[in-house]
């Protein structure tokens, strides 16, 4: 399975709890970590130089000047940059974020024409983190914040935007990403402590599908990356995910993403 870190992993620091830390690309070393990974946390780096690509969720995305990528928690992500790379780099707890109310925007934004305003505002966070006083904190999550909401600006401006998540969907992802085996959604409305019937109205008004197709999405999301990352096999990757018929467990597969868990996994896995 694949790895999956912390703020505090990512800096080497794994005795400690850090809800966040700012730096500029060039000058935050490497961590010594798998690739492609996880995080339990949300990261930005935006690239103001060099070149490259940057997957995220097996999508891949060219790295050019003034482009920003976002992850959130849980998402299996993969680079490769050249050695000229520069830029700003922010990482934000899970606690944080629910903290700061922080919305998902997207993966990928061009923030050429905001550079300016956008740069100001890191340069704050940096220099308040020089600071490091009794105002640090305080005025680092007000940046953060600032920063989230010119980008929601931003990403609404060029279509991007994804929805705000309800807190009872976010719930349901945390609970489907914990255990995959679940099947019945009785098992996810009772740990969220939502009704089945208010757990699916919810899921319709927010996601636009029942549950049960929400549920089956986001395990044919987990089984891409089983079948590109590790060595499991078929019949083993539907067992893990709930499935105890291999042959409907493809004909989900197939129906969400047109190839064949067999297709998929010679399409992908030849490539490791």
């Not at 007000?142 to 998540?165: C, F, H, T």
């Not at 004909?251 to 996994?265: E, Q, V």
Request: proline share 3%.
């Amino acid at each position: 399975m694949l790895k999956e870190y912390s703020v505090s992993d990512i800096l080497s620091l794994p005795s400690q709890h850090i809800p966040y830390f700012v730096g500029t690309f060039e000058d935050t070393e490497d961590a010594d970590v798998e690739w492609p990974h996880r995080h339990d946390f949300y990261s930005l780096v935006w690239f103001t130089q060099g070149s490259g690509f940057y997957v995220i969720d097996m999508q891949e995305y060219e790295i050019i000047p003034n482009r920003m990528f976002l992850v959130s928690p849980k998402q299996i992500h993969n680079w490769d940059y050249s050695q000229n790379s520069e830029g700003y780099v922010l990482i934000c707890d899970s606690t944080l974020a629910l903290e700061l109310n922080l919305n998902e925007i997207a993966s990928c934004l061009d923030i050429a024409d905001n550079k300016s305003s956008i740069e100001n505002i890191f340069i704050h966070l940096l220099t308040e983190t020089k600071c490091n006083d009794s105002l640090t904190n305080g005025n680092i999550k007000a940046g953060i914040l600032y920063l989230y909401s010119i980008l929601q600006r931003i990403s609404k401006e060029n279509q991007v935007v994804k929805p705000d998540v309800d807190k009872t969907i976010s719930k349901l992802k945390q609970t489907i990403f914990e255990d995959f085996h679940r099947t019945k959604i009785e098992e996810y409305a009772d740990k969220i402590g939502v009704s089945v019937k208010n757990l699916n109205d919810i899921c319709k008004a927010h996601t636009g599908v029942s549950v049960k197709q929400y549920i089956l999405d986001l395990k044919v999301i987990e089984a891409k990356r089983l079948l590109i990352y590790t060595s499991n096999n078929i019949n083993e990757i539907a067992f893990s995910l709930g499935f105890k018929d291999s042959s409907y467990f493809s004909r989900i597969f197939r129906k969400r993403t047109s190839l064949s868990p067999y297709d998929f996994l010679k399409k992908y896995r030849k490539h490791k």
